[in-house]
């Protein structure tokens, strides 16, 4: 049986290696979220056809500059995780690297259906 010093090192490991972190895969709103909100921001606040094209447009640009940021994030965490699985080929024989992946890829699967 397994400590729980282990696990928790393991659980660590998991979410590290094999996810690239949830926000990096998810960028915040999808169009039609984006669609509704300026609808309610437009009527809540009055705008003219001019104020809602112009905030469309600001919504826009912050949109893409949000999603270059969370690509570079992702593109970090990658490396990050590459490294550290590197580090570990090296340390832990290819039995334990075999075990150790096949329980990451166990708590991987338990955390997507959370």
Do not use: W
Not at 27 to 41: F, H, I, Q, V, Y
Not at 94 to 113: D, I, V
């Amino acid at each position: 049986m397994m400590n729980a010093p282990l696990s928790s090192v393991i659980a660590a490991l998991a979410l590290c290696l094999f996810t690239s972190g949830g926000y990096a895969q998810h960028p915040p709103k999808d169009a039609a979220d984006s669609k509704k909100g300026l609808e309610r921001m437009s009527k809540e606040l009055g705008l003219s056809a001019d104020q809602r094209s112009k905030v469309e447009a600001l919504f826009e640009a912050e949109r893409k500059k949000v999603e270059a940021i969370f690509e570079e994030e992702k593109q970090k965490l990658q490396r990050v995780q590459e490294e550290t699985r590197a580090g570990l080929e090296k340390v832990l024989t290819p039995e334990q690297m075999k075990k150790l992946e096949q329980k990451m890829k166990e708590s991987a699967k338990g955390q997507q259906k959370r």
